[in-house]
């Protein structure tokens, strides 16, 4: 089973993915945690380099998107297939949707663009998305009061607002898989909430 997990800054991914983590771990089962952009020593390092603020030199968009399937299809080949392939459970904090939402919602690049590379280049899609859906302005407090923000942490308000709406029109288009979650509530009704979607998931596909 492939999970990923999706959001604006500051939701509570990890705090979930953690407590999925130990969920899994307790029924003894396989689990790989791994995140994007980064999952293998190449991909973390194209991650420093697309979340380093430089005021010498603007990133592109292009350059942007291009980097982040960069680090993707190395963290596919490394770590993703072969996990999958090992009967592994695949948790992913952030994968091919925030592409979606950030570098198409939220930079303005085109959905052909994007659709492009993932014909490409990514071959196994998650079973299951969890989107933490919260307002920006909680999460963006939130990533404030953890230190020095990144690049994308030093965006507007406005841009976040397109990412989060970049999430409900992919919510919308594939509610199979993308599963809103509303990340304001405790962690602990996070935490349920997902569980019980992974049991419909399972009860659906007899696993
Ligand atoms: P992450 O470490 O998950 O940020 P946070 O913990 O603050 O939510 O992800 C790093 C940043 O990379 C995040 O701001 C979103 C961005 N990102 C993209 O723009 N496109 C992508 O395809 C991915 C995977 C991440």
């Not at 991914?13 to 689990?31: A, C, M, N, P």
């Amino acid at each position: 089973m492939f999970i990923s997990f999706e959001g604006t800054e500051g939701v509570g991914k990890t705090t979930l993915i953690h407590k999925i983590r130990d969920y899994f771990l307790e029924q003894s089962k396989q689990v790989v945690l791994t995140r994007e952009p980064g999952g293998t020593p190449l991909a973390e390092q194209i991650r420093s380099v697309l979340l380093t603020v430089n005021h010498e030199e603007r990133m592109s968009n292009d350059t942007e998107l291009l980097l982040m399937y960069a680090a993707r299809a190395q963290h596919l080949q490394q770590v993703i297939m072969p996990a999958l392939e090992n009967s592994s459970i695949v948790l992913c904090d952030r994968f091919c949707d925030s592409s979606f939402a950030y570098q198409c919602a939220g930079r303005g690049l085109s959905r052909e663009k994007l659709a492009l590379l993932n014909q490409n280049f990514v071959l196994k899609m998650p079973d299951l998305t969890f989107w933490l859906d919260a307002p920006t302005e909680l999460g963006m407090q939130r990533a404030r009061a953890r230190g020095a923000l990144d690049r994308f942490e030093q965006e507007k308000a406005a841009f976040f607002e397109k990412v989060r709406a970049g999430f409900a029109e992919l919510h919308q288009l594939e509610p199979n898989r993308v599963k809103r979650i509303d990340a304001t509530q405790s962690p602990e009704q996070v935490f349920n909430d997902a569980i019980e979607r992974i049991s419909s998931w399972k009860a659906e596909h007899k696993c």
